[in-house]
């Protein structure tokens, strides 16, 4: 059974960068999937930001493009996330995600982290 | 972006009781919508795709209709441990969106 767990800073400052770890164990990151970002917003508020793909390609959501980054290491069967220029608008729960790439459930998330908060604040 | 309307926002029901929580598309997403529940300290869990098709392990209680633009899920019999917080996604383009969820409490 897949298992993803979120890790990183609980508080981070204004304009610095957020970094977090997803690690991965059950299934290697490499084999199949597509693996997201998604994070959850004071009020519940869900937007998905992004993922990497099994060869390592990206897609990152438009809305957040310029901002970040979404990167591996296969020998530690981890993925990341970098924000970078945070706000306190960037305050959220953050989601690791698996998702499915056949053609009848693409974009569905079908195993999740458990979700790490993030401050950011001075 | 696809924007996805959820409703209600909160909803409250006893065991044994069933409820309909809706989700309607900005646009046609054809059947491609997923639902998912939510609870503290749980991961969160998918339920049903592309509008009606039950995941692995979801209780037959539930079931999910629709297509095009207006979707809804329906849970019969509700039981104890159904109660939380529930998300539709609509899976059909990039990117993916959500609704803004509806809370399901024990009444």
């Known amino acids: 059974e897949v298992q993803l767990q979120e890790s990183g800073p609980g508080l981070v400052k204004p304009s610095q960068s957020l970094s977090l770890t997803c690690s991965v164990t059950?299934?290697?990151?490499?084999?199949?999937?597509?693996w997201n970002w998604i994070r959850k917003f004071p009020g519940n508020k869900l937007e998905w930001m992004g993922y990497?793909?099994?060869?390592?390609?990206?897609n990152y959501n438009p809305s957040l493009k310029s901002r970040i980054s979404i990167t591996r290491d296969t020998s530690k069967n981890q993925f990341f996330l970098q924000v970078n220029s945070v706000t306190t608008e960037d305050t959220a729960t953050y989601y690791c995600?698996?998702?499915?790439?056949?053609?009848?459930?693409?974009?569905?998330?079908?195993?999740w982290g458990q979700g790490a908060s993030v401050t950011v604040s001075s | 972006d696809v924007q996805m309307t959820q409703s209600p926002s909160n909803l409250a029901a006893s065991p044994g009781e069933s409820v309909s929580i809706n989700c309607k598309a900005s646009k046609s997403i054809s059947k491609y919508l997923a639902w998912y529940q939510q609870k503290p300290g749980k991961a969160n869990k998918l339920l049903i795709y592309s509008g009606s098709t039950l995941q692995s392990g979801t209780p037959s209680r539930f079931s999910g209709s629709g297509s095009g633009t207006d979707f809804t899920l329906t849970i019969r019999n509700l039981e104890p441990e159904d109660f939380g917080l529930y998300y539709c996604?609509?899976?059909?383009?990039?990117?993916?969106?959500f609704g803004s969820g509806t809370k399901l409490e024990i009444k």
């Open positions: 996604q609509q899976h059909n383009e990039y990117p993916p969106t």
């Open positions: 995600a698996r998702a499915t790439i056949a053609a009848i459930s693409t974009r569905v998330m079908d195993a």
């Open positions: 059950g299934y290697s990151i490499t084999s199949s999937y597509r």
């Open positions: 990497i793909n099994s060869a390592g390609s990206t």
